[in-house]
């Protein structure tokens, strides 16, 4: 089962666009550019990053 989290490797700010990329299998770039639209357009990007950045876990270590 898959899980949401915000991605340790290969984050730009606070990894939530690589997390949700991660999840949905697309690239971090496409997500960073939506919310970049959003946040011009409607203001609402900025406020789901911050959302998204206090409520979404980090994802775990892993151990090899």
Do not use: H, Q
């Not at 700010?13 to 946040?39: D, E, H, M």
Request: with cysteine; glycine share 8%.
């Amino acid at each position: 089962m898959r899980k949401l989290y915000r991605v340790r490797d290969g984050k730009k700010i606070a990894g939530v666009c690589g997390g949700l990329a991660k999840y949905f299998n697309v690239s971090p770039t496409v997500v960073r550019w939506l919310f970049v639209l959003f946040a011009v357009a409607f203001s609402s990007g900025l406020i789901a990053y911050i959302i998204l950045m206090i409520f979404m876990p980090i994802e775990p270590e892993r151990v090899y």
